[in-house]
């Protein structure tokens, strides 16, 4: 009787979820066709913020590493997809995958020596790694065009589909979707990585450290994979920024980038996958929303933020535990 | 050629000065709550602010526009600690994010309060010296004697004095030190206080040879950073050497290799070093 009417608790919660989620899903879909140009823009440049804050949670949350050079690998995507498209004329379905698998081999790179470093050490490294990167793509302009930017970047070449006819990425619309697209993929391919034999390793190296190695975890090699991964996600996630804005400037890739990227993903509550989304979609609107207001807007921002660490040290995580009981 | 050697190691040594008396505070905080604590580049900014507002504004003598610095430094780095810090012990990343909101905060107070326009200070002291036919600005020189003072006074501070024995065992082990009596909010405050007070001082001798702007912390602060982790954490006399190190191959590269990249050198040293030694130059194990 009692397992009976349990099970019947659970299956009703799953539908309540299941429900939600469509209802959520219908929404996000259903917004291009009434919003304004400019919200639907916001939309976009979140949800990329979005993509790059649960990636870079798989590093933080899941495997325990702070790194501050997010930012620098979303960067160096966005440099490398507009030069691969710019100057080998490769179309972007090309270079968008081509630029995922360069960032993550000189992730693996960078990693390699910077993640023999522990804590706090390993965060400081990778923060003069982004200064680096900024300087370069600020200096080598026979390269990246230095202080004025690389320009007459192309969006995704469209194509014909048998009903919907030509789907067109200079569309404001269209790339709603594209990036809509991205993100969930992006999201779903973390959600079964984290669950999997990999994911369990690297929280086991999140965990403690030592006592994984002393099992037997080859700890380094799984650190770098974790930083690889994540920073290639960040790659491409830079890619569908380049050829979505199609102007790229170094001010847009300073420290300040990495920084916002960790806030969002603490903001939102990290080893969650979802807080970390929401964290960004939070942070990206409540910038939108102070432009009225340009000189008060990082003033409300680090306030805001000071009183949730003091009142809510676990993040939006936390409030969700705190409403719901659990984190759906 | 030779002449400009030393001329740029001089130069390099000055700027190395400043870094290290701003990474000397930052030391002593990281390695008592194992946070890199970023604000310190926002206190910077402001009691830069003070500085110049109490010479230039007020039109009074320049050492006591450098006091003021001092004094807002530590009210600044103190009134942190009590009202913010303290509450999150312990909780590094919690930590780690306020402080970087602190250094957003006071950095955007600045702009707002005082625009992005850079402002100017009069030298503290004109003319220069001539050594060995070299000439040297009054004001580079009176930055490194004065910091190297105050940089002695800091360590006889820590190494001589009861406050300062206290200081170096919460450092060691936090837990250990409050079982013997040590009262650890009292430590908190005084280190907070010191490294405000330091960053403060920092931004107040340099005003005068570049400018007052509100991103005028960026830099000093990475820099600061950089000499933590190279000098190690808990070393004080390496927080000397690795200040003079980096400004001295910043210096000389900005010279002889490429002046655009002057402060992308301390991103190779760092590695260079931190595969050598992991800890630092004179970390602890």
Known sequence: MVTTLLSRQVSLRRILV????????????????????????????????????????????YTGQLSFAHGAFYGIGAYTSALITLRAGLPFWVAFPLTGVFVFVLAGGVGFPALKLRGAYFAVTTFFFAHFVYLVFLNSVALTGGPLGLSGIRPPEGFNLPILGVVDFGSLRIYYYLALAFLVAVVGFLYILVRSRLGRLFVAIREDEVLAESIGINTAAYKVLSFSISAGLAGMTGSLFAHFFRLLHPSTFTWMTSEMIVIMTLVGGTGTLFGPMLGAGIVTFILELMRFAPELRFIVWAVALLTILLFEPKGLAGIAVRLFGRLV | MMQNVV??????????????????????????????????????????????????????????????????????????????????????????????????????????????????????VGGEVVFFGLQFSRQRLLVLVLSLLLFILVNL?????????????????????????????????????????????????????????????????LKALVVVILGGLGSVQGVLIAGGLLGVVESLGATFISSAYQHGFSFFILILVLLLRPRGLFGRV
């Open chain 2, 7 to 124: 001329f740029q190691t001089v130069n390099g040594l000055i700027m190395g000065a400043i870094y290290a008396l701003m990474a000397l505070g930052l030391n002593l905080i990281w390695s008592i709550t194992d946070v890199p604590e970023f604000s310190q580049g926002g206190i910077y900014v402001v009691a830069a602010y003070i500085g110049y507002f109490v010479v230039v504004s007020a039109n009074l003598p320049w050492f006591l526009g450098l006091f003021a610095a001092m004094g807002a430094g530590a009210v600044l780095g103190f009134s942190f600690e009590k009202l913010l810090y303290r509450r999150m012990r312990g909780m590094t990343l919690n930590l780690l994010l306020s402080a970087i909101a602190l250094f957003f905060l006071l950095v955007n107070v600045a702009v707002w309060l005082w625009t992005p326009k850079a402002r100017f200070l009069p030298l503290y």
């Open chain 1, 18 to 61: 299941l429900g939600a989620a469509t209802v959520v899903a219908l929404l996000f879909l259903s917004v291009p066709m009434g919003a304004t140009d400019y919200v639907i823009y916001v939309m976009v440049l979140a949800f990329l913020f979005a993509a790059l804050a649960a990636s870079y949670d798989l590093l933080l949350g």
């Open chain 2, 157 to 221: 501070f820590v190494w001589r004095t009861k406050p300062g024995k206290a200081i170096r065992a919460a450092s060691q082990d936090r837990e250990a030190a409050q079982l013997v009596g040590i009262n650890i909010d009292t430590v908190s405050s005084l280190v907070f206080s010191l490294g405000g007070a330091l960053s403060g001082t920092a931004a107040a001798l340099i005003s005068p040879l570049y400018a007052v702007y509100p991103a005028m912390g960026d830099l000093p602060l």
